[in-house]
T-cell receptor
Framework: DGGITQSPKYLFRKEGQNVTLSCEQN?????MYWYRQDPGQGLRLIYY???????QKGDIAEGYSVSREKKESFPLTVTSAQKNPTAFYLC???????????????FGPGTRLTVL | GENVEQHPSTLSVQEGDSAVIKCTYSDSASNYFPWYKQELGKGPQLIID?????GEKKDQRIAVTLNKTAKHFSLHITETQPEDSAVYFCAASNEKSSASKIIFGSGTRLSIRP
């Protein structure tokens, strides 16, 4: 069963703590993405990666960090420097842009992070 | 950079009526326009997409139209049903550019009244 998974579904964090959100895909996609979604708003790009061991900042990277040690995995760490981390976080993957195969992104089910 | 505007932000229609959501984009190099549906508490899912070499595409009750000159594209849902209630996002990107990212609209919350 091919797809993209995120864990956990719900996450609670105390202020001042770092927390890591998991994202795994078995679609053999080269590109992976992290988005943040706030209530009633669209998707804002945090980080993306097109190849192992390389990643790029998106529009709202401050207070977040990522790694891409394996093609299948793209974990996101929400650090204590992120001033307003409570949000719904979505991970996505796709084939590489620029290959004319379509930029369709496949999304995971999301992780809802709440800072207590 | 590319900007995608989406209207309306909320839409309520009677069951069985049609719903139309409109988007405009700014980058004339954009050539791929997907539409995503997001149900409550879930990730968005692609429902239909259109490329710049066609003006219209239909899949059962869903259709998309594209006006490249005006940089407009729209989603049309006919004979709406309760399960159509969700948030819909339009998006735009350039498939031929390796540096291109998908830019999403701000979303439309569609409610179907019974």
């Amino acid at each position: 069963d091919g797809g993209i998974t995120q864990s956990p579904k719900y996450l609670f964090r105390k202020e001042g703590q770092n927390v890591t959100l998991s994202c795994e895909q078995n679609l053999n996609h080269d590109a992976m993405y992290w988005y943040r979604q706030d209530p009633g708003q669209g998707l804002r790009l945090i980080y993306y990666s097109q190849i192992v061991n390389d990643f790029q900042k998106g529009d709202i990277a401050e207070g977040y960090s990522v790694s891409r040690e394996k093609k299948e995995s793209f974990p996101l760490t929400v650090t204590s420097a992120q001033k307003n981390p409570t949000a719904f976080y979505l991970c996505a993957s796709s084939t590489l842009p620029g290959q004319g195969k379509g930029n369709e992104q496949f999304f995971g089910p999301g992780t809802r992070l709440t800072v207590l | 950079g590319e900007n995608v505007e989406q209207h309306p932000s909320t839409l309520s229609v009677q069951e069985g009526d049609s719903a139309v959501i409109k988007c405009t984009y700014s980058d004339s190099a954009s050539n791929y326009f997907p539409w995503y549906k997001q149900e409550l508490g879930k990730g968005p899912q692609l429902i239909i997409d259109i490329r710049s070499n066609v003006g219209e595409k239909k899949d059962q009750r869903i259709a998309v139209t594209l006006n490249k000159t005006a940089k407009h594209f729209s989603l049309h849902i006919t004979e709406t049903q309760p399960e159509d209630s969700a948030v819909y996002f339009c998006a735009a990107s350039n498939e031929k550019s390796s540096a291109s990212k998908i830019i999403f609209g701000s979303g439309t919350r569609l409610s179907i009244r019974p």
